[in-house]
């Protein structure tokens, strides 16, 4: 069984950071892409960052120059860096590791609240 589980979310005021960790557990077959989701009350799901198994990254707009996205060389965990953070950021954060060739299947972990407030 595969099991993604966030760490790392709570509460903040705005300007200020948080780090999320992302820990996939069970074994994943080939691994493409790894990246972090954000869901806002009466939101869709949306991409915040990602980075692939070769180490290219891709950002939303809205953080672009504020979070950065890690990995380490296994690809079994990676760490989102968000600094200074707007009331905008708040939202449930989900980690994804999209895996599989040449079907592709999608893992979500159950997701990390952070909520960015004075």
């Known amino acids: 069984q595969v099991q993604l589980v966030e760490s790392g979310g709570g509460l903040v005021q705005p300007g200020g950071s948080l780090r999320l960790s992302c820990v996939a557990s069970?074994?994943?077959?080939?691994?493409?892409?790894m990246g972090w989701y954000r869901q806002s009350p009466g939101k869709e799901r949306v991409l915040v960052a990602e980075?692939?198994?070769?180490?290219?990254?891709n950002y939303g707009d809205s953080v672009k120059g504020r979070f950065t996205i890690s990995r380490d060389v296994a690809g079994n965990l990676m760490s989102l860096q968000m600094n200074s953070l707007k009331v905008e950021d708040t939202a449930v954060y989900y980690c994804?590791?999209?895996?599989?060739?040449?079907?592709?299947?999608?893992?979500w972990g159950q997701g990390t609240q952070v909520t960015v407030s004075s």
């Open positions: 994804n590791v999209n895996a599989g060739w040449p079907n592709t299947v999608d893992y």
């Open positions: 980075i692939t198994i070769g180490g290219s990254t």
């Open positions: 069970g074994s994943i077959f080939r691994i493409n892409v």
